[in-house]
């Protein structure tokens, strides 16, 4: 689902516009969804909790791709990336994040 990805696509940023979206990219958030969906509507996660849960060995190189996963998901109102526990811009939280659902 490349830059094609039509007119429901959301995109978090001019640079994940220009990455587009690949199977890594929607297989990281498939488990950020499945992660969220195991814990409790209160709970948050780590990007690097998908991208270990995708693959464990290699989990580094995705957390970039994990956190443009959770930048697209926020676009579309599935997630809110938050610092401290406060919601932020994901196009200008610098340092860890954590995914939550909306509250």
Known sequence: MPESAGPEAKW????CRKHGVDETDLALEQRIDELLAARARTS?????????????DGWRDL?????????????????????????VDPS???????????R
Do not use: F, Y
Request: charged share 30%.
């Open 92 to 102: 200008t939280a610098k340092g860890p994040i954590r995914i939550r659902r909306p």
């Open 63 to 87: 957390m970039e791709p994990a956190r443009r996963a959770a930048r697209r998901m926020m676009s579309r109102g599935e997630v809110e990336i938050t610092q401290h526990g406060s919601v």
């Open 44 to 56: 948050s996660i780590c990007p690097s909790d998908a991208a270990r849960a995708l693959d464990p």
């Open 12 to 15: 978090c940023s001019a640079a």
